[in-house]
């Protein structure tokens, strides 16, 4: 491998990791902020993977992932109706003392009837 390989490897690596269109816009929740929505699946990719919902709206959204809400997500299934809390942050093992770094979510589900979002109702693609 040449010198402007690695070169152009390290220059790309640089750029971190681009979002996939297919994970919609981040959700970004303040302290005692909610989110609505349905659970749509888990993506391993970028460093922590990324939470995969759609919200209300039935529009693409993810959040990063993290300690307590791979923890709330463990049991949830695809299209069961999901809410998100942000809470406050709190003290881990590897915080200082006075510090709180962990990222404080909680989550709730319960499953949904509902068609997905995006898909036809049943029986519209029945072409008699």
Same mark, same amino acid.
């Given at each position: 491998?040449? #010198? ?8 790309? /690596? *640089?750029?971190? &990791? ?16 909610? !989110? ?15 939470? %995969? ?6 529009? %693409?959204? !993810?959040?990063?992932? /993290? ?5 709330? !997500? ?10 998100? &809390?942000? *809470? ?13 770094? #962990? ?13 997905? +979002?995006?898909?036809?109702? *049943?029986?519209?693609?029945? +072409?008699?």
């Amino acid at each position: 491998m040449s #010198g402007d390989d690695l070169r152009d490897r390290a220059e790309k /690596n *640089a750029q971190g &990791f681009v979002v996939p269109d297919g994970w919609g816009e981040e959700i970004e929740l303040e302290v005692g902020d909610h !989110f609505e929505g349905r659970y749509r699946g888990h993506s391993d990719e970028g460093r922590s993977g990324g939470w %995969l919902l759609w919200d209300t709206d039935g529009e %693409l959204r !993810f959040i990063w992932g /993290n300690y307590r809400l791979d923890q709330g !997500f463990e049991n949830v299934n695809v299209g069961d109706r999901v809410v998100i &809390f942000r *809470a406050e942050n709190y003290h881990t093992r590897f915080d200082d003392e006075g510090d709180a770094t #962990g990222l404080g979510h909680g989550v709730a589900a319960e499953p949904c009837g509902d068609p997905l +979002p995006g898909a036809s109702p *049943a029986g519209d693609d029945i +072409p008699f």
